[in-house]
């Protein structure tokens, strides 16, 4: 369908370049029916506003009330009993003043005051951590403070709340965890080991320090099973398996939280596509970075490890010794006690009594043979001569 609209300019003339796009002759698919069935949290909580004539901030309110509700009747948070080590963590002024739409560029552990257990934090943690920070900053409890901010920080809460005990979105904040990104930019170098007082203590205990962080992230192996960089004493095979398991690390860290996100409201699924496919670039490009960072960090400590030192000097020192042993095997073995000489003459003048009897025989028997020789040709010439004479008298 055409429109006419009126500009207060003049459009210029188009390039030379542009054509027109060709219509298209397709005709749009056949409708059919379908049923839809309502279903779903959103569906089950419209359901109850109709049916309560709630509206939405009613619905917040009376939430917020039974979270509140339920830490009043929770115990161990008077100190009597054990909270499981989440402890009181300090609140940072600029937190407080977090702005909750930008609640996804949180520290969600900070928010909840889990900085110091973060990844280790379990679920029932978390939900005592949530409702102590709920005790504290609920809006109800600061109506009368004045404060214009009273419930943005209570948003971020219950955010970082949702966020961390969903299993799936809880790992995509820790694939990113602002903390651990700090602690990868300051990872020791050649330098640091070389100018420590003791290199060797120095290199087994910063390095150590990085693979115990990175094995968090292995996507084989549970964290307890992932081989740790070992100890100065470590054998060639030990220290092998371990560069090899390494080489071929695998982990489990993604880069979804980092995603630009999807205006669900937008009727424009061209712009949806083509957000999605940027973010998968993103994700894969983040992932590659990652590889090539952790694969550096294990370049670097196989170059400046200790033990490949001490084992290729092992190794040289084994084959000299080999080359060694030959030499002495192939030498006669000499004699090393008295008895051992008196044996070795002894069986000396035997093999020379033996050697030269043997060749008086044979001196003996070549005698004889021509002895006989001798004889035998004695007698044919008496025979050709008895024989010749014999025939002259016939004559």
């Known amino acids: 369908m055409a429109f006419i609209i009126d500009t207060d300019f003049i459009i210029s003339a188009p390039h030379k370049s542009f054509h027109p796009a060709a219509s298209s002759s397709k005709s749009i698919t056949k409708p059919r029916p379908v049923t839809l069935l309502p279903a779903g949290a959103g569906y089950l909580a419209h359901a109850r506003r109709t049916l309560n004539q709630h509206s939405f901030d009613d619905e917040d309110r009376l939430r917020d009330e039974a979270a509140a509700r339920d830490l009043e009747n929770m115990k161990g948070l008077d100190g009597t009993e054990d909270d499981l080590g989440v402890g009181d963590e300090p609140e940072h002024p600029d937190l407080l003043l977090s702005d909750p739409k930008r609640w996804k560029d949180l520290d969600q552990y900070a928010?909840?005051?889990?900085?110091?257990?973060?990844?280790?934090?379990t679920d029932e943690q978390i939900?005592?951590?949530h409702r102590k920070k709920v005790l504290k900053h609920h809006p109800d409890k600061k109506a009368n403070s004045g404060d214009s901010n009273d419930d943005a920080f209570f948003k971020c809460i219950q955010k970082a709340h949702e966020v961390l005990l969903d299993k799936e979105r809880r790992r995509q904040f820790d694939s990113i965890d602002p903390y651990y990104i700090n602690l990868e930019d300051s990872v020791p170098t050649t330098k640091d080991i070389s100018g420590a007082k003791d290199p060797e203590k120095a290199f087994f205990k910063l390095f150590g320090q990085v693979f115990d962080r990175e094995?968090?992230?292995?996507?084989?192996?549970?964290?307890?099973?992932?081989?740790?960089?070992?100890?100065?004493?470590?054998?060639?095979?030990?220290?092998?398996?371990?560069y090899d398991f390494w080489y071929n690390?695998?982990?489990w860290r993604t880069f979804e939280w980092l995603d630009k996100e999807i205006n669900e409201g937008s009727n424009n699924r061209d712009d949806k596509r083509y957000t999605e496919k940027k973010n998968k670039n993103e994700r894969a490009r983040r992932k590659?970075?990652?590889?090539?960072?952790?694969?550096?960090?294990?370049?670097?400590?196989?170059?400046?490890?200790?033990r490949i030192k001490r084992i290729k000097q092992e190794e040289k020192e084994e084959r000299e010794r080999k080359k060694s042993g030959k030499a002495k095997t192939?030498?006669?073995?000499?004699?090393?006690?008295?008895?051992?000489?008196?044996?070795?003459a002894q069986r000396?003048?035997?093999?020379?009594d033996a050697k030269a009897k043997q060749e008086a025989e044979e001196k003996t028997a070549r005698l004889v043979e021509k002895k006989q020789r001798d004889a035998d040709k004695k007698r044919e010439k008496r025979a050709a001569k008895a024989a010749a004479g014999g025939g002259d008298a016939t004559t």
């Open 111 to 121: 928010v909840l005051g889990l900085s110091h257990l973060r990844f280790k934090a």
């Open 127 to 129: 939900k005592i951590a």
């Open 215 to 242: 094995a968090h992230f292995c996507a084989n192996h549970p964290e307890e099973q992932v081989p740790r960089l070992g100890a100065p004493n470590a054998s060639k095979q030990e220290v092998e398996s371990f």
């Open 249 to 251: 690390f695998d982990s």
């Open 288 to 306: 590659k970075e990652d590889n090539q960072r952790l694969r550096e960090f294990v370049d670097l400590a196989l170059s400046i490890d200790p």
């Open 330 to 344: 192939a030498a006669p073995p000499k004699p090393r006690t008295a008895k051992e000489k008196e044996e070795a």
């Open 348 to 352: 000396a003048k035997e093999e020379a």
